[in-house]
């Protein structure tokens, strides 16, 4: 069967992700950068004008979104619902990172599920020339969360595991390297990407108004342990794991997450002090997803950013 032809892209981009869409570029002769105006009206509201948007006509184009806050979820949104109706071939949305997928769930009346909330804003994306938009999501919180999109969007979930699997294969002693879940959630989710390396499961365990983590299973006796998860908040569980982790034996403790939220700058909880102290986290390995957490952590031990740009050139040919 006959390949299809890879396609040219316009690819645009919001402010803070103007790295990674230039990363992007830079994987393939395919994809030229384009340009908007981000000016706002003196009340605050956004004033925005899409470059050459008669050139585009016809295009595939393709949209790098970052969602960081509220305060820029609507003029991205607007420009969203815009491009599409320029009379393009195809529409993409990129959004590395969907920031409510943890808040998928309610668990007693009066709960606000705002994972389904960004998915129908975003389900109201108008459907271009070539059919409903792609929407590009890596590691989302559950995979069910594909069910909250309407059929004007496809949902195309990647994952940043790989970038993981490709560091790790760099390392030394790779017999030696231990994949760690800090609970069942982490590990329905990744274990099948993860299957041949030995893997240890944590999980949280009450006791009385405290909860604590434990090993439900696996011995992380004498390896590089790496704790694998979707996102990281404000890091307690992964800093909980690694006491567990080491208490057991681990000779070396490392993290790896897809989303670097860190909100209130927590990840200054997890940098190398200049002193011979003892580093809890060998590695701390992370995709750049969030670009206000990349240029905030830039050069700081133990971080290390794992691009997805090469990743998001090839989601853009399917």
């Given amino acids: 069967m006959e390949r299809p032809k890879k396609k040219q892209v316009l690819l645009f981009h919001c402010v803070e992700a103007e790295d990674l869409a ?89 709960d606000v599920a705002t994972a389904f909330t960004l998915a129908r804003m975003l389900s109201n994306t108008p459907i271009s020339r070539g059919g409903p938009t792609s929407l590009v999501i890596y590691d989302i919180h559950a995979l069910q969360e594909r069910f909250y999109f309407s059929d004007t969007v496809l949902p195309v979930f990647e994952s940043g595991i790989p970038l993981l699997k490709e560091r790790l294969q760099q390392l030394p002693a790779l017999d030696k390297i231990v994949v760690a879940f800090p609970d069942d959630g982490a590990w329905k989710r990744f274990h099948k990407l993860l299957d041949h390396f030995p893997m240890v499961i944590c999980n949280k365990v009450r006791e009385g108004d405290k909860r604590f983590v434990r090993i439900k299973e696996g011995d992380p006796a004498g390896c590089h342990v790496v704790i694998v998860d979707d996102l990281v908040q404000s890091g ?31 990840w200054e909880r997890f940098l190398h002090k200049n002193d011979d102290s003892e580093k809890a986290f060998t590695h701390f390995w992370i995709t750049d997803s969030c670009p206000n957490t990349v240029k905030a952590i830039a050069t700081k031990a133990p971080f290390e950013v794992l691009s997805l740009a090469g990743s998001i050139a090839d989601a853009l040919q399917i």
């Fill in 22 to 110: 230039r990363k992007v570029a830079a994987h393939s002769d395919l994809i030229q950068l384009q340009s908007i105006n981000w000016r706002s009206f003196d009340d605050g509201f956004p004033n925005l004008f899409i470059k050459n948007a008669h050139d585009i006509r016809g295009q595939h184009v393709a949209f790098l979104a970052s969602f960081s806050s509220t305060d820029v979820i609507f003029e991205q949104l607007s420009v969203i619902y815009a491009l599409p109706m320029l009379f393009v071939a195809s529409f993409t949305v990129v959004l590395p990172f969907f920031p409510t997928g943890s808040f998928e769930r309610i668990e007693e009346e009066g």
């Fill in 236 to 266: 307690g569980t992964l800093i909980e794991c690694q006491k567990v982790l080491a208490a057991h034996g681990a000779a070396k403790v490392s993290a790896y997450v897809t989303h670097g939220v860190f909100p209130k700058k927590s």
